[in-house]
């Protein structure tokens, strides 16, 4: 069973920090993608990454696919209230199928 | 952009009840998914659809059952429902990016149903 591990699960910080998440597994995958989810809302795409090594930037997001094709990470600079949200890790093996983390719960507080 | 709407946004059955929702997607996507998401226990895949009239089960196909008429639309059936079913159930539809072998889902906003 392919498992992604995101880490940490719970993140509460002050806006104007930054901050990284980590998605990490032992299998290699194909692809890799982050949503955000707001409450009560269905996840948002953010990005998807492809090759290994590959970064990505979405205004103060950068998204990082490991070398190996087998780990992710977030990194927030400048954290704002808006960025609150569940952010999850989901990775594909060329099936249909995505492999969903358990998601980071993020907390910026004004 | 791609939508995916989702029949009803809050809903509350009684135990016993049939129960309907529904899913459409307007982007002619091949896949489509029902995800039910309960706290601590992150988002479980109950059955997905590759194509009209097809489906495989998921990973919690118990209790509940699938119908792809067609492309755009796939409704999940709660036959009888109970009280263990209360939880947010999301759909979402994919396609082939045709880029390292992604394929790329997109979500609707959820339906959170309550059993009583």
């Known amino acids: 069973t392919q498992l992604l591990e995101q880490s940490p699960q719970f993140l509460s910080i002050q806006e104007g920090e930054n901050l990284t998440v980590y998605c990490n597994s032992s299998?290699?995958?194909?692809?890799l993608q982050w949503y955000r989810q707001e409450p009560g809302e269905g996840p948002v795409l953010l990005v998807t990454?492809?090759?290994?090594?590959e970064v990505k930037k979405l205004k103060r997001l950068t998204f990082q696919f490991g070398d190996a094709r087998k780990d992710s990470s977030l990194h927030i600079t400048a954290a704002q209230p808006g960025d609150t949200g569940l952010y999850l890790c989901?990775?594909?093996?060329?099936?249909?199928?995505?492999?969903f983390g358990q998601g980071t719960r993020l907390t910026i507080n004004p | 952009d791609v939508k995916v709407t989702q029949s009803s946004r809050y809903l509350v059955k009684r135990t016993g009840e049939k129960v309907f929702l529904e899913c459409v997607q307007d982007?002619?996507?091949?896949?489509m998914f029902w995800y039910r998401q309960d706290p601590g226990l992150g988002l479980r895949l109950i059955y997905f659809?590759?194509?009209?009239?097809?489906?495989e089960k998921g990973d919690i196909p118990e209790g509940y059952s699938v119908s792809r008429e067609k492309k755009e639309r796939f409704s999940l059936i709660l036959e009888s429902a109970s009280t263990n079913q209360t939880s947010m159930y999301l759909c979402?539809?994919?396609?082939?990016?045709?880029?390292?072998?992604?394929?790329?889902?997109?979500f609707g906003p959820g339906t959170r149903l309550t059993v009583t």
């Open positions: 979402a539809s994919s396609f082939f990016t045709g880029t390292g072998l992604t394929y790329e889902q997109y």
């Open positions: 299998s290699v995958f194909s692809s």
């Open positions: 990454v492809v090759t290994g090594g």
């Open positions: 989901a990775a594909s093996s060329g099936a249909q199928k995505l492999v």
């Open positions: 982007m002619d996507h091949e896949n």
């Open positions: 659809s590759y194509d009209v009239k097809m489906k």
